[in-house]
């Protein structure tokens, strides 16, 4: 079930060609994980840029920027929504606190439906279960580590053992912190829900 996968060129090391010929190949191998979709979220001219197409990674022609240096990826093998329908595919944008933002997932969300009956979440067209994930986010109007943490345990209130596989990239000024500044990847967690 759909696979996570991207690259973060902090040192500015490779060159645009040389970044999409990398993301080609994760994309493809990632592809023994779902056929069905391939999509790609990273900043460019300071914009947030989202690229998916109902097609194998093997067929995406992926074409980067010089300036794209952090890309995430998303291999979707289709569980709900119709692939062909693209607004259904990873990765998704959406916007907290004003900053745009980019989001895929791994797995499946068993409480969805409930959660958007909860949390009166707004009618769309998108028909996937992972998507209620970018609504909880902008519902919350932020985009932290303690409206992520908040997320994780939405999304895993109904179950004891919860693990969640998402990435989430705000791409704005803290992507600039995060590449240049810090020097070191963004905080990852993995496991059971956050305590």
């Given at each position: ?20 010929q ?31 197409r ?65 949390q ?8 996937t279960?992972?998507?209620?994930a ?62």
């Amino acid at each position: 079930m759909c696979c996570l996968f991207g690259m973060i060129d902090y040192g500015r090391y490779f060159t645009g060609r040389q970044r999409s010929q990398i993301l080609s190949v994760l994309a493809t191998e990632c592809e023994a994980r779902g056929t069905d979709a391939t999509g790609l979220a990273y900043n460019s001219r300071s914009e947030l840029h989202v690229y998916k197409r109902p097609l194998p990674a093997h067929k995406l022609h992926i074409r980067l920027l010089n300036d794209a240096r952090v890309i995430m990826g998303h291999t979707r093998m289709m569980t709900q929504g119709s692939a062909k329908k693209n607004y259904n595919n990873h990765t998704f944008r959406g916007s907290a606190g004003g900053f745009p933002f980019a989001l895929a997932h791994n797995g499946v969300l068993h409480n969805d439906l409930l959660l958007r009956k909860e949390q009166k979440l707004p009618k769309t067209k998108i028909e996937t279960d992972s998507f209620v994930a970018v609504q909880l986010l902008e519902q919350q109007k932020a985009l932290d580590f303690d409206s992520l943490k908040r997320l994780s345990h939405k999304l895993c209130k109904p179950q004891k053992e919860c693990r969640i596989e998402s990435r989430v990239w705000r791409f704005d000024k803290w992507e600039e912190e995060i590449a240049v500044q810090k020097k070191r990847p963004v905080e990852q967690r993995y496991g059971s829900c956050w305590s």
